[in-house]
């Protein structure tokens, strides 16, 4: 069984959710899923992206605080050198002050450490032995004694200072030194005696510079790494001496490196504009510094050689080099004064850390976040199949539903339908849908209506019909009352034996047949055809009838015949607009002579028999005459013939010859000439004669339908009688 | 019965095969009363017509009558049968017949 429209209804409304459904949820997933990948890859490029920039950005942060912190700690050397160089000028101008204005000071005696004890950072004068060998005048001893006054201003000014002295052009040297332990400075016999400033390189840099010039490193007697700040004095003949500043370049280093520690990794040192490595944190490897000097301009590492050769021009840069085979940071500032440059080295690794960091901590973050989406996107999921499942449970339930509501007028209608079949026309259907199905209702409506009318119409016409047909046959029984019977009328006649009959093929007929007395000897004997059949026929046999029953009663004893029909035709003529007609066969017998005249309006000849000879057509003597009713003035002729005793006569109209059996063979004249001939040797009554032909047309005809009117009437004379 | 018609111009011509019985004559005589308006001449060729009824004799009667007012008819090609129902009837006097 196939399913029924609300499971149909069902099974669509199921199907096209579901399938829209599923349509969404594709959609949505592969959006989802799209938009996953989506954010993975941006999430991925953006973090390798913020990584890649928060890496170089905190380099390049290093970079420039590495850059900062070599420049500061150049700076601050240069501070400190500076200081000295001030310092060291202040003392040259004090003592051209000194010498300029001689007069104005006392001569002071200085300690002389070949005979005593000298403090640390006494100031003492001493001069070597060439020197004293050399001579020494009274204004030279009175220069050294006004000299002496420089004295207050060689306490030495900052720790860093191990010396400050005054060499003069003499050779003599006023001098101030400070001990490494605070003790009273111990000098050799040696040393004083053969000490002469004017030979030292310091003093030499100085006056050939003709200003404040800084030597070399070197390694004083102490021991101590130091560099001197030399700068000429002048009196009033000119070039004086040269006054210098012994710093402990060591301790500045020190200082300097101790003031920030730069990452755990670096190495700082001083290059000279020589290449030569003065000071370094680095005790061992190729930053160190070594008894023998070497140029680290040409070290084995190049990228390191060629750095240290722009740190020894004086460049200021932050570089990568390799050394060691590891990648570092190498950066570097100038000291002017000194043609040094500072340098700190940091591993690359140390610099790069918090740009690692950040870039690992950005991308940690990045992968959480990944890992957050991806989550809360399986619980989106999660959460979206779960709607998914509830919705379609909705729909299913609303589909049920719905496809109820949408049958339930269907039902309704199949219901209210069934109880119109059983019979039921005055059930309305009352459906309010809106729908086709309303109209359908109202359809179904319409036709239980027009049904209802039809059905009523059919029983009126039904009834009408009815009515009609007992009308006719109330019709045919008056009809039939109106044709004349034998029997009372002709009860006991032995003059003659008459017999007739009337078949219509409808309720009535528009044959008609009549015989009735004229007076006491005289019979008139009519059979008669109406053209057509039914109702208009037997209306017109009626007046055909009655005018020719009239017109014959009427007449004049004597009057011939031809005259009587002519006045029945011309009566039944008038006002005949449908144009019926009737054939009639009208004949008198005189049953005193057996004499019969008769007239022949258009109708079939009658059959004859004669002397017990077979019954023939009567011969039709000229133009026949023709039937009543065609029109008025018509003239007939009256025809005569005398009957002997036993003569008899068979009028019939052509319903018996035209009957028909099945195969619409006619019954035909030769057949009735046969049945007729048959019958008669045994002298029939003429009631037997014409039953007998009715039943040899009856057994002809079978089954056919009777199609015309069939009218028999027989007449035998049978004596003269007389009254 | 069968009835084809050809019109020319004021002529009608019907040619009528089969029987022309009580109920034939009905449908005959509409269509005769449809068809005759403005027809002069009326010819019935007869010969297929096989059988004439006297109601079919009526028929011919009435349309005798109207075209006597209007016009000619004539019937042509009468079957012996048909013929023998005129002549004793007498309605070969009052139908124009041609053999």
Same mark, same amino acid.
């Given at each position: 069984?196939?399913?029924?429209?609300?499971?149909?209804?069902l099974?669509?409304a199921l199907s096209g959710s579901i399938l829209s459904f599923l349509a969404l949820g594709l959609i949505i997933f592969f959006g989802v899923?799209?938009?996953?990948?989506?954010?993975?890859?941006?999430?991925?490029?953006?973090?390798?992206?913020?990584?890649?920039?928060?890496?170089?950005?905190?380099?390049?942060?290093?970079?420039?605080?590495?850059?900062?912190?070599?420049?500061?700690?150049?700076?601050?050397?240069?501070?400190?050198?500076?200081?000295?160089?001030?310092?060291?000028?202040?003392?040259?101008?004090?003592?051209?002050?000194?010498?300029?204005?001689?007069?104005?000071?006392?001569?002071?005696?200085? %300690?002389?450490?070949?005979?005593?004890?000298?403090?640390?950072?006494?100031?003492?004068?001493?001069?070597?032995?060439?020197?004293?060998?050399?001579?020494?005048?009274?204004?030279?001893?009175?220069?050294?004694?006004?000299?002496?006054?420089?004295?207050?201003?060689?306490?030495?000014?900052?720790?860093?200072?191990?010396?400050?002295?005054?060499?003069?052009?003499?050779?003599?040297?006023?001098?101030?030194?400070?001990?490494?332990?605070?003790?009273?400075?111990?000098?050799?016999?040696?040393?004083?005696?053969?000490?002469?400033?004017?030979?030292?390189?310091?003093?030499?840099?100085?006056?050939?510079?003709?200003?404040?010039?800084?030597?070399?490193?070197?390694?004083?007697?102490?021991?101590?790494?130091?560099?001197?700040?030399?700068?000429?004095?002048?009196?009033?003949?000119?070039?004086?001496?040269?006054?210098?500043?012994?710093?402990?370049?060591?301790?500045?280093?020190?200082?300097?490196?101790?003031?920030?520690?730069?990452?755990?990794?670096?190495?700082?040192?001083?290059?000279?504009?020589?290449?030569?490595?003065?000071?370094?944190?680095?005790?061992?490897?190729?930053?160190?510094?070594?008894?023998?000097?070497?140029?680290?301009?040409?070290?084995?590492?190049?990228?390191?050689?060629?750095?240290?050769?722009?740190?020894?021009?004086?460049?200021?840069?932050?570089?990568?080099?390799?050394?060691?085979?590891?990648?570092?940071?190498?950066?570097?500032?100038?000291?002017?004064?000194?043609?040094?440059?500072?340098?700190?080295?940091?591993?690359?690794?140390?610099?790069?850390?918090?740009?690692?960091?950040?870039?690992?901590?950005?991308?940690?973050?990045?992968?959480?976040?990944?890992?957050?989406?991806?989550?809360?996107l399986q619980q989106l999921t999660g959460v979206g199949v779960a709607l998914l499942l509830l919705a379609l449970v909705a729909i299913v339930s609303l589909s049920v539903k719905a496809?109820?509501?949408?049958?339930?007028?269907?039902?309704?209608?199949?219901?209210?339908?069934?109880?119109?079949?059983?019979?039921?026309?005055?059930?309305?259907?009352?459906?309010?849908?809106?729908?086709?199905?309303?109209?359908?209702?109202?359809?179904?409506?319409?036709?239980?209506?027009?049904?209802?009318?039809?059905?009523?119409?059919?029983?009126?016409?039904?009834?009408?019909?009815?009515?009609?047909?007992?009308?006719?046959?109330?019709?045919?029984?008056?009809?039939?009352?109106?044709?004349?019977?034998?029997?009372?009328?002709?009860?006991?006649?032995?003059?003659?034996?008459?017999?007739?009959?009337?078949?219509?093929?409808?309720?009535?007929?528009?044959?008609?047949?009549?015989?009735?007395?004229?007076?006491?000897?005289?019979?008139?004997?009519?059979?008669?055809?109406?053209?057509?059949?039914?109702?208009?026929?037997?209306?017109?046999?009626?007046?055909?009838?009655?005018?020719?029953?009239?017109?014959?009663?009427?007449?004049?004893?004597?009057?011939?015949?031809?005259?009587?029909?002519?006045?029945?035709?011309?009566?039944?003529?008038?006002?005949?607009?449908?144009?019926?007609?009737?054939?009639?066969?009208?004949?008198?017998?005189?049953?005193?002579?057996?004499?019969?005249?008769?007239?022949?309006?258009?109708?079939?000849?009658?059959?004859?028999?004669?002397?017990?000879? %077979?019954?023939?057509?009567?011969?039709?003597?000229?133009?026949?005459?023709?039937?009543?009713?065609?029109?008025?003035?018509?003239?007939?002729?009256?025809?005569?013939?005398?009957?002997?005793?036993?003569?008899?006569?068979?009028?019939?109209?052509?319903?018996?010859?035209?009957?028909?059996?099945?195969?619409?063979?006619?019954?035909?004249?030769?057949?009735?000439?046969?049945?007729?001939?048959?019958?008669?040797?045994?002298?029939?009554?003429?009631?037997?004669?014409?039953?007998?032909?009715?039943?040899?047309?009856?057994?002809?005809?079978?089954?056919?339908?009777?199609?015309?009117?069939?009218?028999?009437?027989?007449?035998?004379?049978?004596?003269?009688?007389?009254? | 019965?069968?009835?084809?018609?050809?019109?020319?111009?004021?002529?009608?011509?019907?040619?009528?095969?089969?029987?022309?019985?009580?109920?034939?004559?009905?449908?005959?005589?509409?269509?005769?009363?449809?068809?005759?308006?403005?027809?002069?001449?009326?010819?019935?060729?007869?010969?297929?017509?096989?059988?004439?009824?006297?109601?079919?004799?009526?028929?011919?009667?009435?349309?005798?009558?109207?075209?006597?007012?209007?016009?000619?008819?004539?019937?042509?090609?009468?079957?012996?049968?048909?013929?023998?129902?005129?002549?004793?009837?007498?309605?070969?006097?009052?139908?124009?017949?041609?053999?």
């Amino acid at each position: 069984m196939k399913l029924d429209i609300r499971r149909r209804m069902l099974l669509l409304a199921l199907s096209g959710s579901i399938l829209s459904f599923l349509a969404l949820g594709l959609i949505i997933f592969f959006g989802v899923m799209s938009a996953r990948d989506t954010v993975a890859e941006r999430g991925r490029l953006l973090g390798a992206s913020a990584s890649n920039f928060v890496e170089s950005f905190a380099e390049d942060q290093a970079r420039r605080r590495l850059s900062a912190h070599v420049g500061e700690k150049a700076r601050h050397i240069e501070r400190e050198l500076e200081h000295t160089r001030r310092d060291a000028e202040e003392i040259a101008q004090t003592m051209k002050l000194i010498l300029a204005e001689k007069e104005k000071y006392l001569p002071r005696a200085l %300690p002389d450490p070949h005979t005593e004890t000298v403090a640390s950072g006494e100031p003492y004068l001493n001069m070597s032995r060439a020197v004293a060998a050399g001579g020494v005048d009274e204004e030279m001893r009175r220069t050294m004694g006004i000299s002496g006054n420089i004295v207050d201003s060689l306490s030495p000014r900052s720790r860093f200072y191990t010396g400050v002295f005054v060499g003069s052009k003499d050779g003599w040297l006023i001098a101030a030194d400070v001990t490494p332990d605070g003790g009273p400075a111990k000098f050799s016999e040696k040393f004083l005696d053969s000490y002469d400033p004017r030979e030292m390189n310091w003093y030499k840099l100085a006056a050939a510079a003709g200003k404040t010039v800084f030597t070399e490193l070197y390694t004083d007697t102490n021991g101590n790494r130091c560099i001197t700040c030399a700068t000429p004095f002048y009196d009033e003949g000119g070039f004086a001496g040269v006054v210098g500043v012994d710093c402990n370049a060591e301790e500045i280093y020190q200082q300097t490196a101790d003031l920030e520690a730069f990452g755990k990794t670096s190495v700082k040192f001083v290059l000279s504009k020589n290449g030569e490595i003065l000071f370094s944190t680095q005790k061992e490897g190729p930053l160190a510094v070594t008894d023998v000097p070497r140029d680290l301009r040409t070290s084995e590492e190049q990228s390191l050689a060629l750095e240290a050769s722009a740190m020894a021009a004086g460049k200021n840069d932050v570089s990568l080099v390799t050394i060691g085979g590891q990648q570092v940071y190498l950066a570097y500032a100038p000291m002017e004064s000194l043609g040094w440059s500072f340098g700190s080295v940091i591993s690359q690794e140390e610099v790069t850390y918090p740009a690692r960091y950040a870039r690992d901590n950005i991308q940690g973050q990045m992968k959480e976040f990944s890992e957050d989406f991806r989550s809360l996107l399986q619980q989106l999921t999660g959460v979206g199949v779960a709607l998914l499942l509830l919705a379609l449970v909705a729909i299913v339930s609303l589909s049920v539903k719905a496809s109820s509501h949408f049958v339930r007028p269907i039902l309704s209608l199949t219901e209210g339908v069934n109880d119109i079949a059983q019979g039921n026309l005055d059930r309305k259907l009352d459906l309010r849908t809106g729908d086709e199905i309303e109209r359908l209702a109202e359809c179904v409506n319409a036709m239980t209506g027009n049904l209802k009318t039809h059905i009523e119409n059919l029983a009126r016409v039904t009834a009408d019909k009815e009515r009609i047909k007992a009308e006719l046959s109330v019709a045919q029984r008056i009809q039939a009352g109106m044709l004349p019977s034998v029997s009372p009328d002709f009860s006991g006649q032995t003059a003659f034996d008459l017999d007739a009959g009337m078949n219509p093929a409808k309720e009535v007929g528009g044959d008609f047949y009549d015989f009735y007395m004229l007076d006491e000897n005289r019979l008139a004997v009519t059979v008669a055809d109406v053209s057509g059949k039914g109702v208009p026929a037997a209306l017109f046999m009626v007046v055909a009838k009655t005018m020719l029953q009239n017109s014959a009663l009427a007449a004049k004893e004597g009057e011939n015949l031809a005259d009587v029909v002519a006045r029945a035709n011309d009566a039944i003529s008038k006002n005949n607009d449908q144009m019926m007609f009737v054939t009639v066969f009208f004949g008198v017998l005189d049953l005193r002579t057996g004499v019969f005249d008769y007239v022949n309006a258009g109708h079939n000849p009658p059959l004859a028999t004669s002397g017990g000879g %077979p019954f023939a057509y009567l011969a039709v003597a000229g133009k026949p005459d023709k039937p009543l009713g065609v029109m008025e003035g018509l003239s007939f002729r009256q025809q005569s013939l005398t009957l002997a005793a036993g003569d008899a006569l068979f009028f019939y109209t052509d319903g018996v010859t035209e009957a028909a059996d099945e195969k619409a063979e006619l019954y035909g004249e030769e057949r009735l000439k046969a049945v007729l001939n048959r019958e008669a040797a045994a002298m029939p009554s003429m009631k037997e004669l014409i039953a007998a032909v009715r039943q040899d047309i009856s057994a002809y005809v079978g089954e056919a339908e009777q199609s015309d009117d069939i009218t028999m009437m027989g007449l035998r004379y049978l004596s003269a009688e007389t009254k | 019965m069968d009835i084809k018609k050809e019109q020319n111009g004021t002529t009608l011509t019907m040619a009528l095969s089969g029987r022309l019985d009580t109920v034939a004559a009905v449908d005959f005589e509409k269509e005769l009363n449809a068809s005759l308006d403005g027809v002069e001449s009326l010819i019935f060729d007869c010969a297929e017509l096989t059988y004439v009824a006297s109601s079919g004799l009526r028929s011919f009667l009435m349309v005798q009558k109207r075209m006597n007012k209007q016009g000619k008819m004539v019937m042509r090609h009468v079957q012996d049968a048909v013929m023998e129902v005129l002549t004793m009837t007498g309605f070969d006097d009052l139908l124009q017949i041609e053999k």
